[in-house]
């Protein structure tokens, strides 16, 4: 029997003190939300066909990073 085994870690810089975003999980699309004070971010994860998570982080819409 082959399991498929998907987790997700999110790794999301803070300075002292700040206070933790709260998350957002959408499983049926793959997508965070991590809304904070002055943070909203959206963190998109998709299965690659070689079995890879690409990664995408959006801020206001535009990409500020991703995995390829």
Known sequence: MIVA?????????????????AIQWDAGTGKA?????ALHDELDFTASADGRTKT????????ISQTK
């Not at 085994?5 to 999110?10: A, E, N, Q, T």
């Not at 995408?56 to 990409?63: S, V, Y």
């Open 5 to 21: 085994y998907h987790s997700r870690v999110v790794l999301y810089p803070l300075r002292k003190g700040e206070p933790l975003p």
């Open 33 to 37: 939300q991590l809304s904070g004070a």
């Open 56 to 63: 995408q982080i959006l801020r206001d819409g535009q990409t």
